[in-house]
């Protein structure tokens, strides 16, 4: 009994709707689009519960039969898009592009919805079914890759932070690219390089200048291939060398 009390509640471990009261007119699910529709649109801090109540045209307290606080709507909103994975690939072939291709996957999930990052980092670790399938899923495409069960969750982890560093950063490139919105150069790679080597060339900072002078001129940005490269980089090293 005591374990039974103890035991963190979410909104997953109640019912969608009491048994009492009149027949429900909407689903969480249609719920929780309402709301994603509404952060897309216009940022997370949009997202209350008289605004998205305003959006489906019903009164605050009807939603709450549904969704007992903004919390938990937060945590519907998460794992909605955790769901827009697609997990369906069969796992044991090559771990590395299969891991690869989940974090392609988890990159592009934020860029869609870029208030994601700064809801998980509010929100903490709060695993919905789908996100507890993607954990699993991911756990499953490691089972032929070296390491143990810690690093496996240490990489995961890793390929998670670097899908919302690199989603954090797109909308700024994107931006850059575009003439009618680009105001400076910092948005410009070339600009941003030929600062960097004007600065080196002064002679202050002599392991700069050595580094640039050896890695020659960068190659044009290409994002997904940078992303790639990292991870192909630091997932075999994670789990093939350091301390368990």
Do not use: C
Request: aromatic share 4%.
């Amino acid at each position: 009994m005591a374990d039974r009390e103890t035991r963190p509640t979410t909104v997953w471990s109640r019912p969608e709707r009491g048994a009492r009261g009149p027949a429900p007119e909407r689903s969480r699910a249609q719920i929780t689009a309402a709301a994603l529709a509404l952060a897309d649109a216009e940022g997370l801090a949009a997202v209350s519960m008289r605004a998205l109540a305003q959006r489906l045209g019903t009164g605050p307290a009807s939603l709450y039969r549904y969704v007992g606080s903004r919390d938990e709507l937060l945590d519907l909103m998460a794992d909605a898009v955790a769901g827009e994975l697609d997990l369906s690939g069969p796992t044991g072939g090559d771990w590395l592009d299969d891991l690869v291709g989940l974090a392609l996957q988890s990159r592009d999930a934020h860029v869609r919805h870029p208030w994601l990052a700064d809801l998980n980092d509010r929100r903490g670790e709060v695993l919905g079914p789908h996100a507890i399938d993607y954990l699993d899923h991911a756990l499953g495409i490691l089972v032929p890759a070296p390491g143990t069960a810690g690093q496996k969750l240490e990489a995961i982890g890793l390929l998670g932070g670097l899908a919302v560093l690199f989603a954090r950063r797109e909308p700024a490139a994107t931006t850059a690219g575009d003439p009618s919105t680009a105001t400076t150069s910092a948005g410009d790679p070339a600009a941003r390089a030929a600062h960097l080597a004007a600065v080196a060339a002064e002679g202050r900072h002599p392991h700069l200048l050595a580094a640039l002078t050896a890695a020659g001129a960068p190659p044009p940005a290409d994002r997904d291939a940078l992303f790639v490269r990292l991870l192909r980089r630091l997932l075999p090293a994670m789990l093939g060398q350091g301390e368990p």
